[in-house]
């Protein structure tokens, strides 16, 4: 058989889109329009378009474009699922993204999701729990050394609303004073000229912020 004549596998792409609702994480799923798995809620996915496609990411800004409403987001790459029995209908590739939306980015889609708390999602199609379980922990893990948590947040924000992000995306309780002071030394914010915010918690108009650069890694824990 001639190298051309191999069988070629299903290639994928699939997004674990996670947002805060209710001050937990959560995926948005959408339900599968054909078989297998045909009206069961799964992650966002498709096949890449091999004639529109220039690479996987292309094919993920086109497939959140077109079943979400979405442009722009975070997104990045989490890892390969591929395996002979992970698809019914065929050896199968997934290349597989987590992307950061912003629940007010969401809602202004005007897209019909379902959103699931990400650590009680249910059962899932075909290895979509497994992908879901991968980029939970990778966001746990980049989430202590990146500004990436503050992706789920608007671009103007305050320091309470970016501890809280942090605190869902790692797990744990935060130390406020230690928090702020970190984030102060890594210069990673800059203050909102003119603009203050009344929160229910504060007494007084609360200073708002934004990130100085789009995504910035450090080399200690937040």
């Given at each position: 058989?001639?190298?051309?004549?191999?069988?070629?596998p299903?290639?994928?792409?699939?997004?674990?889109?996670?947002?805060?609702?209710?001050?937990?994480?959560?995926?948005?799923?959408?339900?599968?329009?054909?078989e297998?798995?045909?009206?069961v809620?799964?992650?966002?996915?498709g096949?890449?378009?091999?004639?529109?496609?220039?690479?996987?990411?292309?094919?993920v800004?086109?497939?959140?474009?077109?079943?979400?409403?979405?442009?722009?987001?975070?997104?990045?790459?989490l890892?390969?699922?591929?395996?002979?029995?992970?698809?019914?209908?065929?050896?199968?590739?997934?290349?597989?993204?987590?992307?950061?939306?912003?629940?007010?980015?969401?809602?202004?889609?005007?897209?019909?999701?379902?959103l699931?708390?990400?650590?009680a999602?249910?059962?899932?199609?075909?290895?979509?729990?497994?992908?879901?379980?991968?980029?939970?922990?990778?966001?746990?893990?980049?989430?202590?050394?990146?500004?990436?948590?503050?992706?789920?947040?608007?671009?103007?924000?305050?320091?309470?609303?970016?501890?809280?992000?942090?605190?869902?995306?790692?797990?744990?309780?935060?130390?406020?004073?230690?928090?702020?002071?970190k984030?102060?030394?890594?210069?990673?914010?800059?203050?909102?000229?003119?603009?203050?915010?009344?929160?229910e918690?504060?007494?007084?108009?609360t200073?708002?912020?934004?990130?100085?650069?789009?995504?910035?890694?450090?080399?200690?824990?937040?």
């Open positions: 058989m001639a190298e051309t004549e191999f069988p070629r299903i290639v994928t792409v699939d997004i674990v889109l996670l947002t805060l609702r209710e001050e937990r994480l959560h995926i948005a799923l959408l339900p599968r329009t054909a297998p798995f045909a009206g809620a799964a992650l966002i996915g096949y890449v378009h091999v004639e529109e496609d220039s690479d996987a990411e292309a094919a800004a086109r497939i959140l474009k077109a079943k979400a409403g979405l442009s722009g987001i975070f997104f990045e790459q890892q390969t699922f591929a395996s002979v029995d992970r698809d019914p209908r065929d050896w199968s590739v997934s290349i597989a993204y987590f992307a950061l939306v912003p629940q007010e980015v969401l809602d202004e889609a005007g897209v019909a999701l379902e699931r708390p990400v650590d999602a249910g059962e899932l199609p075909f290895d979509h729990a497994d992908i879901v379980r991968a980029a939970r922990e990778r966001l746990r893990g980049k989430g202590a050394y990146s500004t990436i948590p503050a992706r789920l947040l608007p671009d103007i924000f305050t320091m309470s609303e970016l501890q809280a992000i942090y605190e869902t995306v790692m797990g744990e309780r935060l130390d406020q004073s230690a928090f702020r002071r984030i102060n030394d890594l210069n990673l914010l800059e203050e909102v000229e003119g603009e203050k915010r009344q929160t918690r504060a007494r007084r108009p200073t708002l912020y934004r990130l100085k650069a789009p995504l910035a890694v450090f080399d200690r824990r937040i």
